[in-house]
Nanobody, 126 residues
Framework: QVQLVDSGGGLVQAGGSLRLSCAAS????????MGWFRQAPGKEREFVAA????????YYQDSVKGRFTISRDYTKKTVYLQMNSLKPEDTAVYYC???????????????????WGQGTQVTVSS
């Protein structure tokens, strides 16, 4: 069992930055791939970014490439999402997720992740 706690959301103006954190606890949490998803009002939850358990593979949604960076701190069992040059369309509840045994396109699928954080609200004003 893995427990995830998201934090770091808030209200920011367009062009600003935020860093989200996801603290993991539980058994073998460091061996899981970690992902970030987001859900805007009235929309499906969508993939944002993911990093393999080894840290050697990283994936991003096209709309956030060059602006968002996912990273992991294995000693702290924490994954981060640094978000720069934020846009109003980035407004959503952001969720971190953990999954095992992922490969290739698995990283972008919600169904690949067994554990989820509670979500943190990000609001970008224009």
């Amino acid at each position: 069992q893995v427990q995830l706690v998201d934090s770091g959301g808030g209200l920011v103006q367009a062009g600003g930055s935020l860093r989200l954190s996801c603290a993991a606890s539980g058994r073998t949490s460091s061996s899981y791939a970690m992902g970030w998803f987001r859900q805007a009002p009235g929309k499906e939850r969508e993939f944002v970014a993911a990093k393999s358990w080894s840290g050697g593979v990283t994936y991003y949604q096209d709309s956030v490439k060059g602006r968002f960076t996912i990273s992991r701190d294995y000693t702290k069992k924490t994954v981060y999402l640094q978000m720069n040059s934020l846009k109003p369309e980035d407004t959503a509840v952001y969720y971190c997720a953990a999954g095992a045994g992922l490969s290739g396109s698995d990283y972008r699928l919600r169904s690949s992740y067994a554990y989820w954080g509670q979500g943190t609200q990000v609001t970008v004003s224009s």
